[in-house]
């Protein structure tokens, strides 16, 4: 039901990064990240599973990698 979002929105080896879209009456959040530091890739649905994969991507893949810890 839900529409398909651009590919040029997704995270990619060429341009990692994090996406998180919040969900709606009528589907779920969703978000996907791809690490510019080792290549590690997830995907995660509903509110739960999208905050761990947040919370993975800050500790322990982009902004660990680029040394952007806080």
């Known amino acids: 039901m839900g529409r398909k979002l651009p590919s040029y929105l997704n995270p990619t080896l060429e341009s990692p ?3 998180v ?7 779920r ?16 649905n509903g509110d739960k599973d999208v905050k761990a994969l947040v919370e993975d991507y800050t500790d322990n893949h982009g ?5 952007g810890r806080r």
Request: hydrophobic share 15%.
């Open 17 to 19: 990064g994090l996406r």
């Open 21 to 27: 879209r919040g969900g709606t009456q009528h589907t």
């Open 29 to 44: 959040s969703q978000g996907d990240y791809v690490c510019g530091g080792c290549g590690a890739e997830d995907h995660a």
């Open 63 to 67: 902004p660990a990698h680029r040394g």
